[in-house]
């Protein structure tokens, strides 16, 4: 069946740190994966997401790698500050067809990252 | 502009009570999924409406039901609730103009 996994359940990490949460999927038709932070009693909230067709995405201090080879996800965070503490998941989503946005997201079950300052 | 809305935020039942939960999407999703997420465990996929239709559906039982309305708000009904039901619900909404899913902020059913 489907699943998503994560390597390291806990992060613990200095302000003004680079910090790198990992995800293995094992669902080779995954098209869409999307990585989402998630704060005490709040829903998911989107951070970045990224197509099968690609292998790197940035955003605003943040990087998604996508390695289809070893079906493997990452989120890396540059310059760590204390208001990025939380949950964070991946996702996939195996049904994602072009701008259409259909079917389940699968997620893992989360790294909780905590930022000392 | 409000982003998804769901209601009541809590929510105490009895074993064997029916509850409605309601939510309401983004403006201008027409597409609306509902997740379970249990304390300390990723959300899993109940269903997701479209059109007023279910599309697809996770591996939840019947006891599991939902309904989408005209204007694209959604709600979820479960029947004959177990302590195993107590959990944060989230609905996502989203639109095939716009990548991504937003989710609500929940609503935390505990069954007594």
């Known amino acids: 069946g489907e699943s998503v996994g994560l390597h390291l359940p806990t992060l613990s990490v200095q302000e003004g740190d680079n910090s790198i949460i990992n995800c293995a999927y094992s669902?080779?038709?995954?098209?869409?994966f999307i990585w989402y932070k998630q704060e005490s009693g709040k829903g998911p909230q989107f951070i970045i997401d990224?197509?099968?067709?690609?292998d790197k995405r940035q955003g605003q201090r943040v990087t998604v790698l996508l390695n289809k080879t070893v079906k493997h996800l990452s989120l890396q965070i540059a310059a760590t500050q204390p208001g990025d503490s939380a949950v964070y998941f991946c996702a996939e989503n195996p049904s994602y067809a072009g701008g259409t946005s259909y079917g389940k997201l699968t997620f893992g079950q989360g790294t909780i990252l905590t930022v000392h300052p | 502009d409000a982003g998804v809305t769901q209601s009541p935020t809590h929510l105490i039942k009895t074993r064997g009570q029916q509850v409605t939960l309601r939510c309401s999407p983004k403006s201008g999703h027409d597409t609306v999924s509902w997740y379970q997420q249990a304390l300390g465990q990723g959300p899993q996929f109940i269903f997701q409406?479209?059109?007023?239709?279910?599309?697809q559906r996770g591996n939840f039982p019947d006891r599991f039901s939902g309904h989408q309305f005209p204007n694209y708000s959604s709600e979820l009904n479960v029947n004959a609730l177990l302590l195993g039901d107590s959990a944060l619900y989230l609905c996502?909404?989203?639109?095939?103009?716009?990548?991504?899913?937003?989710f609500g902020s929940g609503t935390r059913l505990t069954v007594v």
């Open positions: 669902n080779s038709a995954s098209d869409y």
């Open positions: 409406y479209y059109e007023e239709e279910e599309r």
């Open positions: 990224i197509r099968s067709n690609m």
């Open positions: 996502a909404s989203s639109s095939p103009f716009e990548s991504g899913y937003t």
